[in-house]
Nanobody, 116 residues
Framework: QVQLVESGGGLVQPGGSLRLSCAPS????????MAWYRQAPGKQRDLVAL???????NYGDSVKGRFAISIDNDKNTVYLQMNSLEPEDTAVYYC??????????WGQGTQVTVSS
């Protein structure tokens, strides 16, 4: 079993930046994908960005050019640098770990609020 520990959410003004991090409770072996999803009230949970342990990335259209996902393979920790934040980015952000050939895990979620 793996727990995902998220941190870095909070309140920020439009145009500001935040960095989220997500660390698993134990070392992950083999191939895996780590991702961030977000869910705003009354909306579905959508992919924000993902990264494989090889460094391949993919982004949702609404965050391209503003957000950057990175990974520290030694720590199995994934980071989401969010710049030029907009009120529409307000949501609960969830970390996701998909171990290839294994299980899928979710973090508890961290609130990001963009407001003046």
């Amino acid at each position: 079993q793996v727990q995902l520990v998220e941190s870095g959410g909070g309140l920020v003004q439009p145009g500001g930046s935040l960095r989220l991090s997500c660390a698993p409770s134990r070392r992950i072996f083999g191939n895996y994908v780590m991702a961030w999803y977000r869910q705003a009230p009354g909306k579905q949970r959508d992919l924000v960005a993902l990264i494989t342990n090889f460094g391949t990335t993919n982004y949702g259209d609404s965050v391209k050019g503003r957000f950057a996902i990175s990974i520290d393979n030694d720590k199995n920790t994934v980071y989401l640098q969010m710049n030029s934040l907009e009120p529409e980015d307000t949501a609960v952000y969830y970390c996701n770990l998909d171990i290839r050939g294994g299980n899928v895990y979710w973090g508890q979620g961290t609130q990001v609020t963009v407001s003046s």
